[in-house]
């Protein structure tokens, strides 16, 4: 897709995958484009955990599947899980800040840039909010106190359809000046 409006229409929360398997490669894609992805002072205070075999997927899953609607969880068949990392800023910039004052933010943009290129390469993706965290540390061998930055569910969807977005009206809330 050559349109990045477009691929922003395109990307939408999946919440259904079909049994086809994701390849290593795409997988491999979307976690560069998190790593491409640009940050405060350059810090990237972030890691990715790419979870790909289909044991530990079904793990993962059922980690995240605490809320009703998150059933369809399930049928995930691959994880990327941004975690936060310590971000390092000069001297001059953190005698002004603390070190993780960007970090979230920085993290956001990664897991969108993540969200957008798994789009682009026909795949489906979805954040998840609520899950076991100290179960998935355990599971992939993250240290207990590791803050999580994200939870990217993915594989391709099962239902093709492009839902129309629902957002605030662009008149509501963009005033050029
Ligand atoms: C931080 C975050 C947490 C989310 N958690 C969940 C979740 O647990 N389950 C779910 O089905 N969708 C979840 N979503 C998806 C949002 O509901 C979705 O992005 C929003 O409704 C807009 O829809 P769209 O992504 O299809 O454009 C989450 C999104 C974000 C950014």
């Given at each position: 897709m050559n349109d990045f409006l477009e691929l922003c229409k395109a990307r939408q929360s999946c919440r259904g995958f079909s049994e086809q398997p994701v390849e290593h490669d795409k997988l491999a894609r979307c976690v560069e484009a998190g790593r491409l992805t640009h940050s405060g002072c350059n810090a990237q205070p972030w890691s990715f955990v790419v979870v790909e075999s289909q044991n530990m997927v079904s793990q993962i899953a059922s980690c995240g599947q605490q809320l009703k609607q998150n059933s369809w969880l399930g049928t995930a068949k691959a994880f990327i899980i941004v975690l936060e990392e310590h971000a390092i800023l000069s001297p001059t910039i953190s005698c002004f800040i603390d070190s993780q004052y960007f970090a979230k933010g920085d993290i956001g943009a990664a897991t969108a840039y993540i969200c957008l290129e798994a789009a682009a390469q026909g795949l489906g993706t979805c954040i998840i909010g609520i899950y076991d965290r100290k179960k998935i540390c355990e599971l992939l061998n993250i240290p207990a106190e590791k803050q999580f930055g994200s939870v990217i569910a993915l594989g391709y969807?099962?239902?093709?359809l492009i839902r129309e977005k629902k957002r605030k009206a662009f008149e509501d809330i963009v005033r050029f000046v």
């Open positions: 969807p099962s239902n093709a």
